[in-house]
């Protein structure tokens, strides 16, 4: 019996630990190699330079501030999803008028739902070309059409969205929040649906008022879900490349105005594929791993609860 | 007119749909629970702005790709002079979004059960068995989610290469599993161990081998679950960019192009830099959504169930 | 199963080599994994298979055989890609040669894994936002030396040797190292363009000195239209606007001073400053194109294309490449950048020069068959087939049959290039020898355009780019006299 166990257990191990190791852990450990070389990228002749390319990144003040800037959008791309999402959910949950029970979803919440989620099926390939020609930097872009319309911008001067070092990465940061509110939303909404309803009449009954009722019933029932979504938004943050690299400005995977709207993931193409230092970006992805990887534990341990029963 | 109470829950979405239209414009008047009220058309007043600032640019480009050039170049609030589908037939030819829709699509029917299969398999061995190096492994699936993909990408290549396996279904097939392995397995082992371990035990008193109790009495049960990272994987896979545009492309003039849809969409944007054709890009985009809002709109209610049974424990 | 038409060969050696290097990395620890790591890196293939070469003669100077094989993989930019497919027709009909084809934007996607894999295509054509940068390939010991196609009797008068037919100065941009190692073919010129019809109707005269341009400028302000529109999203365009103001301000030694890393380029370089000072007038009397700076390529081009700024800095392919949005009475003009007082250049002075460059990779497979491809496309035949398809110059002197008529745009850059002649027709060299030093640079000017900075906030921060250029040890192959 324990035998058969045990084989069992190799079977059904063998085909996905192959797959993931030959095309996932082995690539990742080679790339480690790499970033010990002076490798250029078109050539495969290179030499052994040992930590030469992490000693170089530290004095490279383009890759310091793209780091930031991942930090920046990993603060704020969750926090501000979340929000949304959470406050959508609980409007289409418990926004709608009260009937006898007192606690209902508006009306037509499904049709909020359907629309909220439908960014969430475009491809990154599509919100590119949809924001380009949204914030495209005269009149001919939907915002600054709106807004030369409105009288709240000279069409002389119309707002450069990408070319602002101060707008670009909220620039950036919409597309995900616009992209991704639905998606949690729904999530949300799903988790909302499982708190029985009698502690919420139970909370009315108390007297408690519906924010109340959000901050002192919902959310906390909520939290499992919220460190989800905090996950999936996290490495969402890190990432960025397609949309950094197609909206901002700048010769070879954009990343400016003066490298305001960098992310690592542009750096690191920059240096591997345009300026043929691809020994230097493997290191680059390296330290960027070793970071995601501290961030991961950081929020997971610090948003590690007790988890409420119910 | 006192609403009922109604759960809001997704198993009734379907018919909800048409009949609440109306509804949606506005609070009707007349009802005395003066919290209620306001809150309700509060909400309203924030889901309807939400729900207009993602179908508004939605449309704008649609409507864009009727334009001319010159149009498009100026203001954005101009209205197109002539209603030409000619430019979706470009699109269309151009950006070969017909050939380029059906190898996303050959792709992902294969890899998208597979990686489930695979995944819940993994999953399933390290949530229910004891075995030395367990949690290592776990551990070792969960940590590849982290992962940036374009760090592994030129090893990956070479990979390929030696494999005969680039440009070719098969090979991505492949490389797309072995991606979305990670987080297949960190759901799905957190759904394994949340279902009730009686039904096992007795299906094993009853003499039933360990592959069959998780093919014909876990994997039943385990439904709700693979549904949601059904969607997960699809959505994801669907999207996937960087992957194809390395493995995918031809090596050499005479081999057929194998692109995936959001490879075809990159290129479309490309071509705009030397010979400038906004409205064929605008519509191509517009041709790429269509398909994906058909098979959300029918399977919304499915995507939406699943999402809610993944995030039930 | 999709196998790539080049099969490894050379199998033990290049394992070897690998092993070597991996373990150099400490990469093999369990020797079960040596089958994954012969997947690994791919430099085995040793790519220059025996081809049957066929006899060397005066008129085959490569020693091409019939019925062999070609690989061309060309850039689809402005110029498309229908010149090279009437060329393989004509090379397959001569050879009996199997030519196989690629028209692509995404030059580096595409060819830069098959560089690695040592299985790279014969002939590229190496060009375009995509472009794989060619210090890099040369760094890399990927590029043929091209000598011996420039050494090539031609083929319209073999008694002539190939590099003897070209424009003076035209294959000096493909040098790396003080070797020819790519055939920058297409002969453009860069500069200010107007529309002809727009002047007409304003009656505008073509400025020929910078206060006569910021004083079109500004009627263009007056008359509700930007004065200057430039691409901002890719500041790889202004850059031709100051750099050229600045090799006309200060000559030619100010251009080599950039070319050459000279610590006084930008800071302490009088032509510099005040050229740079020049362009910011135009920013800071507000004389752009209303968010231009902001503007793709495309959309900054279109926009000029509708009358919506008076000019725009390009190169000659830009008639091409607007072809379908210039209006039929534009008039595309083309004007050489205007004088500061003093300048040490004349007006007619042009950035001119060869681009487009294609290349022959070492590891090609078909050495002989690429090299003959490149010497007939020095013919006045494919030349002139170039002119028609591509609607452009190319380096062949003379090399465009007059019966060829050329439209407006690409007329008035013919008459400029006769105008400004060998003597007056300077090309600028670091963008191609050092990339990093070209991008920083690019994104001061960015920064300029925008505002943010200041005159001598961006000269310092070209000279720091320059400085930093002239640090790494690679730079000193590179100089120009």
């Known amino acids: 019996m324990r035998k058969g166990q045990y084989r069992f257990v190799a079977g059904f191990l063998l085909a996905p630990l192959a797959l993931y190791l030959i095309f996932v852990i082995w690539p990742y450990i080679q790339t480690f190699g790499y970033s010990l070389t002076d490798w250029s990228g078109e050539?495969?002749?290179?030499?052994?330079?040992?930590?030469?390319?992490y000693t170089a990144l530290f004095h490279d003040d383009v890759f310091k501030q793209a780091i930031w800037h991942n930090v920046l959008l990993l603060v704020f791309i969750p926090v501000l999803t979340i929000l949304i999402s959470?406050?959508?959910?609980?409007?289409?949950?418990?926004?709608?008028?009260?009937?006898?029970?007192?606690?209902?979803?508006?009306?037509g919440s499904n049709i909020y739902k359907i629309i909220y989620f439908f960014p969430q099926v475009l491809s990154l390939a599509i919100l590119a070309v949809l924001f380009q020609a949204l914030y495209r930097s005269d009149e001919g872009g939907l915002l600054n059409g709106i807004l030369i319309k409105l009288g709240l911008v000279d069409a002389n001067s119309p707002i450069e969205w990408m070319n602002n070092p101060k707008l670009v990465l909220w620039c950036l940061?919409?597309?995900?929040?616009?992209?991704?509110?639905?998606?949690?939303?729904?999530?949300?909404?799903?988790?909302?649906?499982?708190?029985p309803r009698e502690i919420y009449e139970a909370a009315l009954l108390d007297g408690a008022g519906r924010s109340q009722t959000f901050f002192r019933v919902t959310l906390p029932l909520l939290w499992e879900s919220v460190q989800t979504a905090w996950v999936y938004l996290g490495i969402v943050a890190m990432d960025m490349f397609v949309l950094a690299s197609t909206l901002t400005p700048g010769t070879g995977f954009g990343g400016g105005p003066d490298h305001h709207g960098e992310v690592i993931a542009t750096v690191l193409m920059r240096n591997f594929l345009y300026f043929g230092k691809s020994g230097y970006a493997c290191a680059m992805g390296i330290v960027m791993l070793v970071l995601t990887m501290i961030i991961s534990v950081i929020t997971l341990r610090a948003t590690r609860r007790e988890r409420i029963e119910f | 007119m006192s609403t009922p109470i109604k759960d809001p829950s997704v198993t009734e979405?379907?018919?909800?749909?048409?009949?609440?239209?109306?509804?949606?414009?506005?609070?009707?008047?007349?009802?005395?629970?003066?919290?209620?009220?306001?809150?309700?058309?509060?909400?309203?007043?924030f889901l309807i702005l939400w729900a207009v600032l993602i179908v508004l640019p939605l449309l704008w480009l649609i409507l864009s790709s009727f334009k001319t050039d010159a149009q498009i170049g100026g203001s954005a609030l101009s209205w197109p002079t002539s209603w030409d589908f000619d430019v979706f037939s470009r699109a269309w030819s151009k950006g070969h979004i017909g050939d380029y829709f059906l190898n996303t699509a050959i792709v992902l029917v294969f890899s998208v059960p597979l990686t489930m299969l695979f995944g819940s398999m993994a999953a399933y061995v390290l949530a229910r068995y004891q075995f030395p190096g367990n949690r290592l492994i776990y551990y070792f699936f969960v940590s590849?989610?982290?992962?940036?993909?374009?760090?592994?990408?030129?090893?990956?290549?070479?990979?390929?290469?030696?494999?005969?396996?680039?440009?070719?279904?098969q090979g991505l097939i492949g490389v797309?599993?072995?991606?979305?392995?990670?987080?297949?397995?960190?759901?799905?082992?957190?759904?394994f161990r949340t279902l009730p371990t009686a039904i096992h035990e007795a299906a094993v008193i009853d003499g039933a081998s360990h592959t069959r109790v998780f093919f014909q009495v876990m994997m039943p049960m385990a439904k709700p679950g693979l549904l949601s990272i059904g969607i997960f994987n699809v959505l994801g896979q669907w999207n996937q960019y960087i992957l194809p545009s390395v493995l995918m492309q031809p090596q050499s003039?005479?081999?057929?192009?194998?692109?995936?849809?959001?490879?075809?969409?990159?290129?479309?944007?490309?071509?705009?830099?030397?010979?400038?054709?906004?409205?064929?890009?605008?519509?191509?985009?517009?041709?790429?959504?269509?398909?994906?809002?058909?098979?959300?709109?029918?399977?919304?209610?499915?995507?939406?169930?699943?999402?809610?049974?993944?995030?039930?424990k | 199963m999709g196998s790539t038409s080049t099969r490894n060969n050379g199998e033990g050696l290049g394992r070897r080599d690998l092993i070597k290097r991996s373990a150099a990395l400490g990469l093999i620890t369990v020797p079960t994994m040596s089958f994954l790591s012969a997947c690994a890196s791919g430099s085995d293939d040793s790519g220059s298979k025996d081809t049957s070469k066929g006899k060397v003669t005066k008129d085959n100077p490569f020693g091409v055989a019939k019925n062999g094989k070609l690989e061309v993989v060309v850039f689809k930019g402005g110029y498309g890609d229908d010149y090279a497919k009437a060329w393989e027709a004509l090379f397959a009909k001569k050879w009996g040669t199997k030519t196989s084809h690629l028209g692509t934007q995404e030059i580096t996607g595409k060819l830069q894994p098959r560089f690695n894999g040592g299985n790279p295509p014969d002939v590229i054509d190496d060009s375009g936002a995509q472009q794989i940068k060619l210090d890099v390939l040369f760094k890399g010991g990927q590029l043929l030396d091209l000598q011996a196609v420039l050494d090539a009797p031609s083929v319209d008068d073999p008694s002539k040797k190939v590099s003897e037919t070209l424009i003076a100065g035209s294959t000096d941009p493909g040098l790396q190292g003080g070797k020819v190692v790519s055939l920058n073919y297409v002969y453009t010129v860069w500069g200010l363009w107007y529309s002809g019809k727009l002047f007409k109707e304003k009656g505008w005269a073509e400025p020929k000195t910078w206060d006569d341009f910021l004083d079109i400028c500004k009627k263009a302000k007056a008359a509700g239209i930007g004065g200057l529109a430039h691409q901002g999203k890719f500041p790889y365009y202004i850059n031709l606007l100051i750099m050229d103001l600045i090799a006309k301000t200060g000559g030619l030694d100010a251009m080599k001073a950039i070319d050459n890393l000279d610590p006084k380029a930008f800071v302490g370089s009088d032509a510099a400053k005040k050229s740079i000072e020049a362009v910011y007038e135009i920013v800071d009397q507000g004389l752009l194109m209303p968010g231009t700076n902001g503007l793709t390529h495309t959309e900054s081009q279109t926009r000029w294309n509708q009358y919506k700024a008076a000019f725009i800095p390009s190169g000659s392919w830009l008639e091409n490449e607007q072809l379908k949005q210039t209006p039929a009475d534009f008039d595309m003009k083309f004007l050489p950048v205007p004088l500061l007082p003093g300048s040490k250049l004349p007006f007619e002075a042009i950035r001119a020069g060869s681009g487009e460059p294609f290349i022959i990779p070492t590891k090609a497979s078909n050495k002989a068959e690429a090299q003959e491809f490149m010497r007939l496309m020095l013919s006045k035949e494919w030349s002139t087939s170039f002119a028609k398809e591509a609607n452009s110059l190319t380096i062949l002197k003379d090399g465009v049959d007059p019966s060829v008529k050329l439209r407006p745009g690409t007329q008035s850059t013919v008459e400029a290039v006769k105008a400004a002649?060998?003597?007056?027709?300077?090309?600028?060299?670091?963008?191609?020898?050092?990339?990093?030093?070209?991008?920083?640079?690019?994104?001061?000017?960015?920064?300029?355009?925008?505002?943010?900075?200041?005159?001598?906030?961006?000269?310092?921060?070209?000279?720091?780019?320059?400085?930093?250029?002239?640090?790494?040890?690679?730079?000193?192959?590179?100089?120009?006299?």
């Open chain 2, 144 to 169: 590849g989610a982290m992962f940036p993909v374009f760090l592994a990408l030129i090893p990956l290549f070479f990979m390929m290469k030696r494999l005969e396996l680039l440009n070719t279904y």
């Open chain 1, 86 to 107: 959470l406050f959508f959910a609980f409007m289409v949950n418990v926004g709608g008028r009260g009937g006898a029970g007192g606690v209902s979803g508006v009306k």
């Open chain 2, 253 to 312: 003039s005479g081999e057929p192009e194998r692109y995936m849809l959001t490879q075809g969409l990159i290129q479309l944007q490309q071509q705009q830099g030397y010979a400038t054709d906004l409205p064929v890009l605008f519509a191509g985009v517009a041709i790429a959504m269509l398909p994906m809002l058909v098979v959300y709109l029918s399977f919304q209610r499915q995507i939406q169930s699943g999402l809610t049974a993944g995030t039930l």
């Open chain 1, 43 to 53: 050539s495969p002749n290179f030499k052994f330079v040992g930590l030469d390319n």
């Open chain 2, 176 to 191: 797309y599993i072995a991606y979305s392995l990670p987080f297949t397995v960190f759901f799905m082992h957190s759904f």
């Open chain 1, 173 to 195: 940061m919409v597309v995900i929040i616009w992209h991704g509110v639905g998606f949690y939303l729904v999530l949300f909404s799903a988790a909302m649906q499982s708190i």
């Open chain 3, 421 to 481: 002649g060998d003597a007056n027709s300077f090309n600028f060299l670091y963008p191609n020898w050092y990339s990093e030093m070209d991008v920083a640079i690019q994104n001061a000017s960015n920064e300029l355009m925008s505002k943010r900075i200041q005159p001598a906030e961006w000269l310092k921060r070209a000279q720091a780019a320059v400085d930093k250029a002239a640090k790494d040890p690679a730079s000193k192959k590179n100089h120009r006299a």
């Open chain 2, 13 to 45: 979405g379907g018919s909800v749909v048409p009949g609440q239209r109306g509804t949606k414009k506005s609070a009707r008047p007349g009802d005395s629970r003066s919290e209620g009220m306001t809150l309700n058309v509060f909400s309203h007043g």
